[in-house]
């Protein structure tokens, strides 16, 4: 098997790294495939905790690197789909612990495995980002509709392209279709022609997103969530399938009410 | 026009852009205008630009990163 390798990462902190990476693994797997999602933020991991996963780490990545353990050992199989595997960062160690070197060797044996390794990166420019991109096939980048986020996106599509990773495609997280309507949060034609780069989806705010985190358990998985579907969307994409981008409703029956009675 | 009647959505795509432009560049904003106005010189030299409406931007396109400027000139339309 020759597995694709992508790297899920940002520039900025806090647009949604970490939630996009599991549920983009989460909903490669429910298409059948065989992922293994790789914590790349060594020090301050949370993907685990995202994922629910955070009582079943015994081994990390940085075990795997200086041949504590196995790689399968290290590996935390998902029971919740056959073929989802985390191999959870290092909590007590820092960013040096693993080269890029080392991150491409183990990319490339999981690669025999799996149909796809999705990568959260850290945030920042520094060696952490390299680990992460070290080894990529694809990156995507994420972004939300605020000028710091996507400055920084444009930061580091320059630092992709340098390192030799061309064409990364775009993720607009949480926004808001309500704000865009009346002229206050950019939109996503206003960013895509800015960042000049291929748009593989926009996931919409949603409140589910802190109820699933709550929860630990990624809201691709629920059928009924916005961000859910915007997740299953971009899986799909990935896959290679064409799908038109979501339709981002103008204003619920809810927050219509809530105006006419004047609760917001 | 007060600057506050303009949506804050236009506000953020101009401060966006203005502020990319730097950042491809990698130029400060004194060595930006100091690079205009070096431009206006030289134009001046040969032709009357109209120095109020000059639009600078750098742009990404497939394979380059180019530096794309407008220097009206005056009088025209």
Partial sequence: ?264 | MKSDDKKSKSVAKERLQFVLVQDRVKLTPDEMDAMRDELIEVLSKYIDVDSQKIEMDVRREDDMTALVANFPLKGSK
Wanted: charged residues 30%.
């Fill in chain 1, 1 to 264: 098997m020759a597995g694709k390798t992508i790297v899920i990462t940002s520039g900025k902190g806090g647009v949604g790294k970490t939630t996009s990476s599991a549920n983009i693994g989460t909903a490669l797997a429910m298409q059948g495939n065989k992922v293994c999602l790789i914590d790349a933020d060594i020090g301050l991991r949370n993907l685990d905790v995202v994922m629910g996963l955070e009582n079943r780490i015994v081994y990390d990545i940085v075990d795997v690197v200086e041949n504590n353990c196995r790689l399968e050992q290290a590996m935390i199989r998902d029971k919740r789909y056959d073929g989802l595997y985390l191999l959870p960062a290092a909590q007590t160690r820092d960013k040096t612990s693993v080269t890029p070197f080392q991150m491409k060797e183990l990319i490339e044996k999981l690669k025999e495995d799996m149909d796809y390794i999705v990568v959260d990166s850290p945030a920042g420019i520094e060696q952490g980002f390299k680990n992460a991109i070290a080894g990529a096939d694809r990156a995507i980048i994420v972004t939300t509709p605020e000028i710091s986020a996507v400055r920084d996106a444009d930061r580091i599509i320059g630092l992709l392209e340098a390192e030799g990773l061309r064409d990364p495609e775009v993720i607009i997280n949480r926004i808001r279709a309500d704000m865009v309507e009346r002229g206050d949060m950019m939109g996503i034609e206003d960013m895509i022609e800015i960042l000049a780069i291929d748009l593989i989806g926009i996931v919409p705010e949603d409140e589910g997103i802190v109820v699933s985190t709550n929860r630990g358990e990624p809201i691709a998985l629920n059928d009924n969530a916005k961000a859910g579907q915007a997740y299953r969307n971009i899986a799909r994409r990935i896959m290679g399938e064409d799908l038109p981008m979501m339709k981002l409703e103008k204003d619920s029956f809810i927050s219509r009410f809530k105006k006419l009675v004047g609760l917001s």
